[in-house]
């Protein structure tokens, strides 16, 4: 139950946070080139699609996990039970709507408009705040905790559908100014790292009573430092290629492959905090 509960969070946030980041970005990166248009298309149709799949089966999984029984997960009064009585149902259902329309959208005219697509995967990206450890604080530290929460996702969702996006443009045939591209990359990253870090901090202090859990090599500390040690290694890669990017047009095979291993570290990443979802906090008073 357990893994099954931790592969289903990692999808669906991997899914969501790439959704929005890539939506963000697109006229970051790409300007009034149109070249990206429809090969991007098809890839956040496709992550739409298995985020609204992944978002009813953690509900599923959260319902079997209240009931204590597999076959809970079909029976609609318990369903109904989860969906109208508890926090995260109350959530979830919001959740799941906004996902609804977005998969909707886009498989109508109206998906070539940028404000409506970014509009509904914000909300999809704010309703991932206040489930999990987000929840576990009442009154205005519990909405402040959530807010804090929004921002990271925010920031955390950026980076990685950015660097998704950015991925697609180097593997597209047709040449383009690199330098400038990463440019205009790096000079957002910069507010992202450091939205990320504030708001990292503040998570890891207000759910742990620290400014770092200890012991540190043992369940939830361990966890997080594997995160923040592969958070430090995408750091480490983009400022490498942000030292280097007069000469990157020189060397694009280096450059893709050091954007493909920055994104796929960020995915690493998404997989430790959807480990550490299922893991309590190590409170200290």
Same mark, same amino acid.
């Given at each position: ?114 404000? @409506? +697509? !970014? ?6 990206? #704010? %309703? &991932? ?7 576990? /604080?009442? =009154? ?102 942000? @030292? +280097? !990017? ?6 694009? #095979? %280096? &450059? ?7 994104? /796929?570290? =960020? ?19």
């Amino acid at each position: 139950m357990t893994s099954a509960m931790v592969l289903c969070r990692f999808l669906h946030f991997t899914v969501v946070l790439m959704l929005f980041g890539a939506w963000v970005f697109r006229p970051v990166l790409s300007g009034r080139d149109t070249a990206l248009d429809q090969p991007l298309a098809r890839v956040t149709r496709l992550l739409a699609a298995v985020a609204l799949v992944s978002g009813v089966c953690w509900l599923l999984l959260i319902t079997v996990s209240m009931a204590g029984a597999w076959d809970a997960a079909l029976d609609p009064s318990t369903l109904r039970l989860v969906v109208g009585n508890t926090f995260f149902g109350q959530v979830w259902r919001w959740h799941l709507l906004f996902n609804v329309l977005l998969v909707a959208l886009l498989l109508t005219p109206l998906r070539s408009s940028m404000p @409506l +697509r !970014i509009g509904l995967a914000s909300l999809l990206l #704010a %309703t &991932l705040a206040p489930v999990g450890h987000g929840a576990m /604080l009442d =009154g205005l530290q519990g909405q402040l905790l959530i807010l804090n929460q929004i921002i990271h996702l925010t920031c955390v969702g950026a980076w990685l559908g950015g660097l998704m996006l950015l991925v697609m443009i180097l593997r597209q045939p047709t040449g383009h100014a690199v330098s400038a591209i990463l440019l205009r990359f790096s000079g957002v990253g910069y507010a992202l790292v450091a939205g990320l870090l504030v708001t990292g901090l503040i998570n890891v202090r207000v759910l742990t009573g620290q400014l770092w859990p200890t012991p540190l090599l043992s369940g939830f500390a361990l966890i997080l430092l594997i995160k923040v040690v592969l958070v430090a290694m995408m750091l480490g890669l983009a400022l490498f290629n942000r @030292l +280097r !990017i007069k000469a990157c047009e020189q060397r694009p #095979a %280096t &450059l893709k492959t050091s954007v493909i291993v920055e994104w /796929l570290l =960020g995915i690493g990443a998404v997989a430790a905090v959807s480990l550490l979802g299922a893991l309590p906090p190590m409170i200290v008073n």
